[in-house]
Protein backbone atom coordinates (compact mmCIF):
# COMPACT_ATOMS: atom_id res chain seq x y z
CA UNK A 1 0.00 0.00 0.00
CA UNK A 2 1.27 3.05 -0.91
CA UNK A 3 1.38 5.82 1.96
CA UNK A 4 -0.35 8.75 2.15
CA UNK A 5 1.01 12.23 0.46
CA UNK A 6 0.93 13.71 3.58
CA UNK A 7 2.69 10.82 5.53
CA UNK A 8 5.75 11.39 2.49
CA UNK A 9 5.71 14.57 3.15
CA UNK A 10 7.12 14.38 6.74
CA UNK A 11 9.41 11.75 5.24
CA UNK A 12 10.85 14.10 3.01
CA UNK A 13 10.84 16.62 5.40
CA UNK A 14 12.30 14.44 8.13
CA UNK A 15 14.63 13.55 5.58
CA UNK A 16 15.80 17.30 4.38
CA UNK A 17 16.24 18.06 7.82
CA UNK A 18 18.82 15.46 8.79
CA UNK A 19 20.66 16.53 5.86
CA UNK A 20 20.50 20.07 6.59
CA UNK A 21 21.77 19.27 10.43
CA UNK A 22 24.50 16.64 9.41
CA UNK A 23 27.52 17.46 10.66
CA UNK A 24 30.15 18.88 8.16
CA UNK A 25 33.62 17.75 7.52
CA UNK A 26 35.44 17.63 10.85
CA UNK A 27 38.18 20.16 10.96
CA UNK A 28 41.83 19.17 10.84
CA UNK A 29 43.58 20.51 14.40
CA UNK A 30 46.67 21.54 14.36
CA UNK A 31 47.89 21.71 18.24
CA UNK A 32 50.91 24.45 19.16
CA UNK A 33 52.62 24.02 22.52
CA UNK A 34 55.10 26.15 23.55
CA UNK A 35 55.78 29.42 25.58
CA UNK A 36 53.81 32.36 25.96
CA UNK A 37 54.48 33.22 29.40
CA UNK A 38 57.87 33.20 31.09
CA UNK A 39 61.45 33.61 29.95
CA UNK A 40 60.88 32.64 26.74
CA UNK A 41 57.61 33.89 25.92
CA UNK A 42 58.71 36.77 22.68
CA UNK A 43 60.21 33.04 20.98
CA UNK A 44 56.48 31.89 21.47
CA UNK A 45 54.49 34.87 20.43
CA UNK A 46 56.41 35.34 17.20
CA UNK A 47 56.39 31.42 16.46
CA UNK A 48 52.63 31.41 17.64
CA UNK A 49 52.15 34.47 14.84
CA UNK A 50 54.29 32.44 12.56
CA UNK A 51 51.28 29.01 13.42
CA UNK A 52 48.45 31.81 12.36
CA UNK A 53 49.48 33.20 9.29
CA UNK A 54 50.52 30.03 7.67
CA UNK A 55 47.05 28.12 8.61
CA UNK A 56 45.27 30.72 6.95
CA UNK A 57 47.38 30.34 4.05
CA UNK A 58 46.66 26.69 3.93
CA UNK A 59 43.32 27.29 4.29
CA UNK A 60 42.89 29.95 1.80
CA UNK A 61 43.98 27.19 -0.70
CA UNK A 62 41.36 25.15 0.36
CA UNK A 63 43.16 23.44 3.69
CA UNK A 64 44.33 19.95 3.57
CA UNK A 65 42.73 17.77 0.93
CA UNK A 66 39.50 20.22 1.55
CA UNK A 67 39.35 20.42 4.88
CA UNK A 68 39.70 23.80 7.10
CA UNK A 69 42.76 23.33 9.60
CA UNK A 70 42.28 24.82 12.75
CA UNK A 71 45.04 26.19 15.50
CA UNK A 72 45.02 25.00 19.14
CA UNK A 73 47.51 26.70 21.17
CA UNK A 74 48.55 25.53 24.48
CA UNK A 75 51.22 27.61 27.29
CA UNK A 76 53.96 25.09 28.33
CA UNK A 77 56.47 27.73 29.97
CA UNK A 78 59.46 25.69 28.23
CA UNK A 79 58.74 22.95 30.62
CA UNK A 80 58.35 19.43 29.96
CA UNK A 81 56.40 18.47 32.76
CA UNK A 82 53.91 21.55 31.99
CA UNK A 83 54.12 20.25 28.17
CA UNK A 84 53.02 16.68 28.99
CA UNK A 85 49.62 18.16 30.34
CA UNK A 86 49.68 20.30 27.58
CA UNK A 87 49.94 17.40 25.24
CA UNK A 88 47.36 15.29 27.13
CA UNK A 89 44.93 18.04 26.67
CA UNK A 90 45.53 18.49 22.55
CA UNK A 91 44.84 14.86 22.34
CA UNK A 92 41.77 14.85 24.15
CA UNK A 93 40.41 17.97 22.36
CA UNK A 94 40.65 16.24 18.99
CA UNK A 95 44.46 16.61 17.47
CA UNK A 96 46.09 14.25 15.66
CA UNK A 97 49.15 16.43 14.73
CA UNK A 98 51.72 18.48 17.46
CA UNK A 99 53.81 21.32 16.43
CA UNK A 100 56.77 22.23 18.83
CA UNK A 101 59.63 23.80 18.72
CA UNK A 102 61.24 25.86 21.66
CA UNK A 103 63.32 23.63 23.87
CA UNK A 104 64.75 20.39 23.03
CA UNK A 105 63.92 18.94 26.70
CA UNK A 106 60.33 19.64 25.65
CA UNK A 107 60.67 17.76 22.52
CA UNK A 108 62.43 14.79 23.70
CA UNK A 109 59.61 14.62 26.38
CA UNK A 110 56.72 14.98 23.70
CA UNK A 111 58.19 12.48 21.22
CA UNK A 112 58.61 10.03 24.23
CA UNK A 113 55.01 10.77 25.02
CA UNK A 114 53.68 10.54 21.07
CA UNK A 115 55.52 7.27 20.66
CA UNK A 116 54.06 5.16 23.54
CA UNK A 117 50.85 7.06 23.08
CA UNK A 118 50.28 5.74 19.43
CA UNK A 119 51.74 2.27 20.61
CA UNK A 120 48.22 2.12 23.13
CA UNK A 121 46.27 3.42 20.72
CA UNK A 122 46.47 2.09 17.22
CA UNK A 123 43.85 3.84 14.43
CA UNK A 124 44.34 7.55 16.61
CA UNK A 125 48.10 7.82 15.78
CA UNK A 126 49.50 11.69 16.43
CA UNK A 127 52.14 13.50 14.29
CA UNK A 128 54.92 15.59 15.86
CA UNK A 129 56.33 18.26 14.19
CA UNK A 130 59.26 19.64 15.26
CA UNK A 131 60.56 22.94 14.00
CA UNK A 132 63.34 24.11 16.48
CA UNK A 133 64.18 22.23 18.83
CA UNK A 134 67.53 20.84 17.33
CA UNK A 135 69.35 18.17 20.11
CA UNK A 136 71.08 15.77 17.13
CA UNK A 137 69.52 13.15 19.64
CA UNK A 138 66.26 13.43 18.38
CA UNK A 139 67.11 12.31 15.25
CA UNK A 140 69.91 9.73 16.38
CA UNK A 141 69.11 7.39 18.61
CA UNK A 142 65.78 9.06 20.04
CA UNK A 143 64.51 8.98 16.46
CA UNK A 144 61.13 7.40 15.86
CA UNK A 145 58.46 7.68 13.20
CA UNK A 146 56.32 9.81 14.76
CA UNK A 147 58.48 12.47 15.16
CA UNK A 148 59.65 15.09 12.12
CA UNK A 149 62.11 17.40 12.59
CA UNK A 150 62.19 20.91 10.54
CA UNK A 151 65.14 22.89 11.56
CA UNK A 152 68.98 21.63 11.14
CA UNK A 153 70.22 20.04 13.93
CA UNK A 154 72.94 21.40 16.30
CA UNK A 155 75.80 19.69 15.06
CA UNK A 156 74.89 20.62 11.31
CA UNK A 157 74.82 24.33 12.32
CA UNK A 158 77.65 23.89 14.74
CA UNK A 159 79.40 22.28 11.00
CA UNK A 160 78.93 25.47 9.25
CA UNK A 161 79.45 27.65 12.01
CA UNK A 162 83.28 26.25 12.09
CA UNK A 163 84.06 25.89 8.87
CA UNK A 164 83.67 29.76 8.45
CA UNK A 165 85.60 29.66 11.62
CA UNK A 166 89.06 27.36 10.25
CA UNK A 167 89.23 30.09 7.70
CA UNK A 168 89.78 33.09 9.45
CA UNK A 169 93.18 32.98 11.03
CA UNK A 170 93.07 35.20 13.74
CA UNK A 171 90.75 33.64 15.84
CA UNK A 172 93.12 32.06 18.23
CA UNK A 173 90.64 31.42 21.39
CA UNK A 174 86.80 30.59 22.00
CA UNK A 175 84.83 30.97 24.92
CA UNK A 176 81.85 28.84 24.64
CA UNK A 177 78.44 29.58 27.06
CA UNK A 178 75.30 28.18 26.45
CA UNK A 179 71.93 27.30 28.06
CA UNK A 180 72.47 24.38 30.62
CA UNK A 181 70.03 21.70 28.89
CA UNK A 182 70.52 19.33 26.46
CA UNK A 183 70.71 21.72 23.15
CA UNK A 184 72.78 24.08 24.78
CA UNK A 185 75.18 20.72 25.81
CA UNK A 186 74.91 19.36 22.33
CA UNK A 187 76.27 22.92 21.16
CA UNK A 188 79.00 22.61 23.27
CA UNK A 189 80.46 19.58 22.64
CA UNK A 190 79.81 19.66 18.93
CA UNK A 191 82.32 22.82 19.17
CA UNK A 192 84.85 21.31 20.90
CA UNK A 193 84.85 18.34 18.57
CA UNK A 194 84.61 20.33 15.20
CA UNK A 195 87.38 23.08 16.28
CA UNK A 196 89.54 20.15 17.52
CA UNK A 197 89.21 18.38 14.15
CA UNK A 198 89.31 21.51 11.80
CA UNK A 199 91.45 24.31 14.06
CA UNK A 200 93.52 22.36 16.51
CA UNK A 201 95.18 25.28 17.27
CA UNK A 202 92.45 27.19 18.64
CA UNK A 203 91.97 26.98 22.61
CA UNK A 204 88.74 26.68 24.47
CA UNK A 205 89.36 29.64 27.57
CA UNK A 206 85.54 28.83 28.68
CA UNK A 207 83.12 26.32 28.54
CA UNK A 208 80.37 28.13 30.29
CA UNK A 209 76.45 26.60 31.14
CA UNK A 210 74.08 28.61 32.45
CA UNK A 211 70.26 28.21 33.70
CA UNK A 212 67.47 28.33 30.75
CA UNK A 213 65.79 31.62 30.87
CA UNK A 214 66.41 32.17 34.41
CA UNK A 215 69.30 34.79 34.26
CA UNK A 216 68.42 38.82 34.02
CA UNK A 217 72.11 39.55 34.42
CA UNK A 218 74.79 37.98 32.31
CA UNK A 219 77.47 40.73 33.16
CA UNK A 220 78.98 38.35 35.58
CA UNK A 221 79.40 35.68 32.58
CA UNK A 222 81.15 38.92 30.29
CA UNK A 223 83.19 39.43 33.14
CA UNK A 224 84.77 35.87 32.97
CA UNK A 225 84.54 36.23 29.02
CA UNK A 226 86.83 39.30 29.44
CA UNK A 227 89.09 37.76 31.81
CA UNK A 228 89.79 34.98 29.64
CA UNK A 229 90.77 36.67 26.68
CA UNK A 230 88.92 35.24 24.35
CA UNK A 231 88.90 36.53 20.89
CA UNK A 232 85.74 34.79 19.86
CA UNK A 233 82.22 33.59 21.44
CA UNK A 234 80.37 30.88 20.30
CA UNK A 235 76.55 30.64 21.89
CA UNK A 236 73.78 28.87 21.02
CA UNK A 237 71.30 30.90 23.52
CA UNK A 238 68.37 31.92 22.48
CA UNK A 239 65.42 34.16 23.15
CA UNK A 240 65.82 36.21 26.10
CA UNK A 241 69.36 34.95 26.87
CA UNK A 242 70.39 35.60 23.65
CA UNK A 243 69.76 39.45 24.08
CA UNK A 244 70.28 39.81 27.30
CA UNK A 245 74.06 37.86 26.79
CA UNK A 246 74.57 40.10 23.71
CA UNK A 247 73.32 43.59 25.79
CA UNK A 248 75.48 42.49 28.69
CA UNK A 249 78.96 42.01 26.19
CA UNK A 250 77.62 45.66 24.45
CA UNK A 251 77.18 47.42 28.03
CA UNK A 252 80.81 46.13 29.23
CA UNK A 253 82.47 46.88 26.18
CA UNK A 254 83.41 43.46 25.07
CA UNK A 255 85.31 43.44 21.93
CA UNK A 256 84.60 40.08 20.27
CA UNK A 257 83.90 38.05 17.15
CA UNK A 258 79.76 36.42 17.99
CA UNK A 259 79.18 32.75 16.35
CA UNK A 260 75.58 31.99 17.18
CA UNK A 261 72.44 29.91 16.09
CA UNK A 262 69.80 32.94 16.69
CA UNK A 263 71.75 36.61 17.20
CA UNK A 264 69.39 37.76 14.24
CA UNK A 265 65.85 36.67 15.79
CA UNK A 266 63.79 38.38 18.40
CA UNK A 267 65.15 41.70 20.22
CA UNK A 268 69.13 40.20 19.13
CA UNK A 269 69.31 42.58 16.30
CA UNK A 270 68.10 45.71 18.54
CA UNK A 271 70.41 44.86 21.32
CA UNK A 272 73.33 44.19 18.82
CA UNK A 273 73.23 47.45 17.01
CA UNK A 274 76.05 48.85 15.31
CA UNK A 275 78.61 47.84 17.72
CA UNK A 276 77.97 44.41 16.33
CA UNK A 277 78.92 45.13 12.53
CA UNK A 278 81.08 42.33 11.11
CA UNK A 279 81.53 40.65 14.38
CA UNK A 280 77.98 38.93 14.86
CA UNK A 281 77.51 35.61 12.83
CA UNK A 282 74.47 33.61 12.59
CA UNK A 283 73.30 30.37 11.02
CA UNK A 284 69.98 30.32 9.55
CA UNK A 285 68.10 29.11 6.53
CA UNK A 286 67.35 32.13 5.71
CA UNK A 287 67.55 35.99 6.37
CA UNK A 288 66.31 39.11 4.58
CA UNK A 289 68.93 39.82 2.77
CA UNK A 290 69.38 36.03 1.11
CA UNK A 291 68.01 36.76 -2.01
CA UNK A 292 67.56 40.04 -3.99
CA UNK A 293 63.50 40.98 -3.03
CA UNK A 294 61.87 39.71 0.13
CA UNK A 295 60.74 35.82 -0.09
CA UNK A 296 56.78 36.98 -0.60
CA UNK A 297 55.32 34.98 2.41
CA UNK A 298 58.17 37.30 4.48
CA UNK A 299 56.88 40.31 3.13
CA UNK A 300 53.27 39.27 3.22
CA UNK A 301 54.19 38.40 7.37
CA UNK A 302 55.36 41.91 7.81
CA UNK A 303 52.92 43.69 6.48
CA UNK A 304 50.32 41.77 8.63
CA UNK A 305 51.96 41.90 11.75
CA UNK A 306 53.53 45.14 12.15
CA UNK A 307 55.32 45.31 15.69
CA UNK A 308 59.06 46.46 16.08
CA UNK A 309 59.95 42.82 16.61
CA UNK A 310 57.64 40.88 13.90
CA UNK A 311 60.20 39.02 12.50
CA UNK A 312 59.66 35.75 10.02
CA UNK A 313 62.38 34.00 12.15
CA UNK A 314 60.99 30.87 11.30
CA UNK A 315 61.44 30.11 7.88
CA UNK A 316 61.44 26.70 8.16
CA UNK A 317 58.08 26.97 9.98
CA UNK A 318 56.38 27.81 5.51
CA UNK A 319 58.53 24.91 4.37
CA UNK A 320 57.36 23.07 7.22
CA UNK A 321 53.44 23.62 6.00
CA UNK A 322 54.71 23.00 2.38
CA UNK A 323 55.89 20.25 2.71
CA UNK A 324 53.09 18.95 4.85
CA UNK A 325 50.31 20.19 2.42
CA UNK A 326 52.77 18.50 -0.43
CA UNK A 327 52.88 15.04 1.93
CA UNK A 328 48.55 15.10 2.38
CA UNK A 329 47.95 15.60 -1.31
CA UNK A 330 50.10 12.61 -2.05
CA UNK A 331 48.66 10.62 0.05
CA UNK A 332 44.99 12.14 -0.56
CA UNK A 333 44.31 11.56 3.14
CA UNK A 334 44.82 13.33 6.10
CA UNK A 335 45.68 10.08 8.28
CA UNK A 336 48.26 10.46 10.18
CA UNK A 337 49.91 6.74 9.47
CA UNK A 338 49.56 7.88 5.45
CA UNK A 339 50.16 11.35 5.78
CA UNK A 340 53.77 10.11 7.27
CA UNK A 341 54.90 7.81 4.93
CA UNK A 342 54.13 10.68 2.46
CA UNK A 343 56.28 12.89 4.08
CA UNK A 344 59.44 10.65 3.81
CA UNK A 345 61.78 11.13 1.75
CA UNK A 346 59.72 14.14 -0.03
CA UNK A 347 60.95 17.19 -1.72
CA UNK A 348 59.90 21.03 -2.40
CA UNK A 349 61.11 23.69 -3.90
CA UNK A 350 61.47 26.64 -1.31
CA UNK A 351 62.60 30.68 -2.91
CA UNK A 352 66.20 29.77 -1.43
CA UNK A 353 66.27 26.01 -2.80
CA UNK A 354 65.16 22.66 -2.94
CA UNK A 355 64.68 20.83 0.60
CA UNK A 356 64.19 17.06 1.48
CA UNK A 357 62.62 15.14 4.17
CA UNK A 358 64.94 12.47 5.14
CA UNK A 359 63.49 8.94 5.54
CA UNK A 360 65.87 7.28 7.28
CA UNK A 361 65.43 9.62 10.22
CA UNK A 362 63.41 11.96 9.48
CA UNK A 363 65.55 15.22 9.44
CA UNK A 364 64.94 17.69 7.07
CA UNK A 365 67.97 18.75 4.91
CA UNK A 366 67.37 22.28 3.41
CA UNK A 367 69.68 25.27 2.08
CA UNK A 368 71.57 27.48 5.52
CA UNK A 369 73.26 30.23 5.38
CA UNK A 370 76.22 31.50 7.22
CA UNK A 371 75.55 35.43 7.17
CA UNK A 372 76.82 38.66 8.89
CA UNK A 373 75.57 41.49 10.71
CA UNK A 374 76.48 44.88 8.05
CA UNK A 375 75.11 47.96 7.37
CA UNK A 376 75.77 47.05 3.66
CA UNK A 377 71.88 45.56 3.36
CA UNK A 378 68.82 46.30 1.19
CA UNK A 379 66.45 44.74 3.52
CA UNK A 380 67.00 45.68 7.51
CA UNK A 381 65.71 43.94 10.63
CA UNK A 382 63.50 45.37 13.85
CA UNK A 383 63.79 48.74 11.89
CA UNK A 384 67.50 49.12 12.90
CA UNK A 385 68.54 50.05 9.21
CA UNK A 386 71.12 46.57 9.64
CA UNK A 387 70.56 43.47 8.85
CA UNK A 388 72.76 40.31 7.96
CA UNK A 389 74.53 39.72 4.53
CA UNK A 390 75.31 36.51 3.02
CA UNK A 391 78.54 35.05 3.84
CA UNK A 392 78.22 31.60 2.51
CA UNK A 393 75.27 29.31 1.28
CA UNK A 394 74.98 25.71 1.76
CA UNK A 395 72.84 23.65 -0.28
CA UNK A 396 70.67 21.06 1.33
CA UNK A 397 73.15 18.16 0.39
CA UNK A 398 76.05 19.97 1.91
CA UNK A 399 74.54 20.02 5.32
CA UNK A 400 73.36 16.05 6.01
CA UNK A 401 75.45 14.11 8.40
CA UNK A 402 75.48 10.22 9.19
CA UNK A 403 72.68 9.03 11.71
CA UNK A 404 72.56 6.44 14.26
CA UNK A 405 68.75 6.12 13.80
CA UNK A 406 67.33 2.74 13.68
CA UNK A 407 63.62 3.58 12.51
CA UNK A 408 60.89 1.16 13.62
CA UNK A 409 57.69 1.86 11.34
CA UNK A 410 54.25 0.65 11.50
CA UNK A 411 53.10 -2.15 9.58
Known amino acids: M ?35 SGGAASAGINAQKHMTYLIDRLNATGGLNGEKVVLLSYDNKVDPQESLIALKKALDDGARFVFQGNGSSVALAITDAVLKYNERNPGKE ?38 AIAKQTQIKSVYLINQDYSFGRAVAAAAKKMLADKRPDIKIVGDELHPLQKVQDFSPYVAKIKASGADTVITGNWSNDMLLLIKAGKDAGLKVNWYTYYG ?144 QRPA
Open 2 to 36: RGSPCRNSYLWLALAGMLLTAPAAADVKFAWIDPL
Open 264 to 407: GALGSPSAIGKDGLGVVKQISEYHNNALPELDPDVAAFKKRFTGKDDEFGYYRLKTTFDMIAAAASKAKSNDPVKLAKALEGIKVNTTVGEAEMRADNHQILQPMFVSTWSDNVKFDVEKTGLGFKTDVKLNAKDTALPTTCKM
Open 126 to 163: VLFFNYAAVDPVLTNDKCNFWHFRFDADADMKMGALTD
